[in-house]
């Protein structure tokens, strides 16, 4: 059965303060693995997608990173506006965008 | 750009009752998705629609029914509301293969 697991849970940093979070994934045949940020109350933005192994993907602070088993969030020098829940998914049962999201990381970023 | 437009934003129903959600995907899109997603859960996928066919199905109760129109929107249609259909109801669509964009979500309650 196809699985997203995250952690950690919950994560508080200071300003500043560069951290990592973790997606571990087990599908039969990776089509590609998301990753979103969700705000409270507002639909998963779309940050990322990654397709194969040693594939890493930049934006603004952010950085996503894949190997075989497993993608990471890298986050450099947050700022309290990247507090967020991350979420990362991938797609299941043969459909592109038919996703299987993990329970995600609340990121709280602290100035 | 123009985004997934969700209504009602929020909606408020007794036991029994029954409600419609309605989505409007961006321009040129053609598939859309309905997520369900509970509170601190992640979204969960119910239904999607490719060119107004019926695409795929997820965990999608049998009292949920959903179709997409001529135009493209889309609309969610819930009968007997339960006490545990209280969640967020995302839909999302995409071009072909890209990802996933969501709307902001319908809160509903039932009371």
């Known amino acids: 059965e196809d699985q997203v697991t995250q952690s950690p849970e919950a994560l508080r940093l200071q300003e500043g303060e560069s951290s990592s979070l973790n997606c571990s994934y087990t599908?039969?045949?990776?089509?590609?693995l998301f990753w979103y940020r969700q705000d409270p109350g507002k639909g998963p933005e779309f940050l990322f997608t990654?397709?194969?192994a040693g594939e890493e993907k930049e934006k603004e602070r952010l950085k996503a990173t894949l190997t075989k088993k497993e993608s990471f969030l890298h986050i450099t020098a947050p700022k309290p506006e990247d507090s967020a829940t991350y979420l990362c998914?991938?797609?299941?049962?043969?459909?592109?965008?038919?996703?299987?999201f993990g329970t995600g990381t609340l990121l709280a970023v602290q100035p | 750009a123009a985004g997934v437009i969700q209504s009602p934003r929020h909606l408020i129903k007794e036991k029994r009752e029954t409600a419609t959600l309605k989505c409007y995907p961006i321009?040129?899109?053609?598939?859309v998705y309905w997520y369900q997603q509970g509170p601190g859960q992640d979204p969960q996928f119910l239904i999607s629609f490719y060119e107004k066919m019926q695409s795929d199905k997820g965990s999608i109760p049998d009292r949920f029914s959903a179709q997409q129109f001529s135009d493209y929107h889309s609309e969610l249609n819930m009968s007997s509301l339960e006490l545990g259909d209280s969640a967020l109801y995302f839909c999302?669509?995409?071009?072909?293969?890209?990802?996933?964009?969501f709307g902001n979500g319908t809160r509903l309650t039932v009371t």
């Open positions: 990654l397709y194969s």
């Open positions: 998914a991938v797609p299941s049962g043969g459909a592109t965008n038919k996703l299987i």
């Open positions: 599908v039969s045949g990776l089509r590609g």
């Open positions: 999302a669509s995409s071009l072909g293969r890209s990802p996933l964009h």
């Open positions: 321009p040129r899109h053609d598939t």
